[in-house]
């Protein structure tokens, strides 16, 4: 089931220690949202399962990130967009929506996933639940 709106962070990441988060190798893609949710200059929030993700259309282009900053935990989706910049809305940590890389700090990052649409539909390679 796949929601888009808030909900509390269940499992937060360490407080920024500079990990590197790795990405399961049994991914699929998956229908997070439509285009009609996501304009051009957008950032929303989805949430399936358990795990957050923030969706971004950066002129034209989706992507697709992890939606837990590593900071504290904030909730990405729920940041601002600034051309690529993705800013956590608690402490304003910027990454980059493209590469996940933390602005000021390149060796942190958050995992990002490739993207494809089809129609209408925002398909995004996550891992299996």
């Known amino acids: 089931m796949v929601t888009k709106w808030a909900v509390p962070v269940q499992n937060r990441l360490p407080c920024g220690r500079g990990s590197v988060s790795t990405v399961p190798a049994n991914m699929s893609y998956t229908k997070l949202a439509t285009m009609s949710e996501l304009p051009e200059g957008a950032l929303i929030e989805v949430v399936r399962g358990k795990e957050l993700y923030a969706l971004c259309n950066v002129a034209g282009e989706v992507r697709a990130m992890a939606g837990v900053c590593p900071h504290h935990g904030g909730p990405l989706g729920q940041g601002g967009l600034e051309g690529s910049i993705v800013s956590c809305p608690w402490h304003a940590w910027p990454f ?20 494809r649409v089809e129609g209408a539909d925002i398909l995004v390679d996550i891992p299996d639940a």
């Open 96 to 115: 980059n929506s493209k590469t996940g890389a933390c602005e000021f700090n390149p060796d942190l990052r958050v995992p990002v996933y490739a993207v």
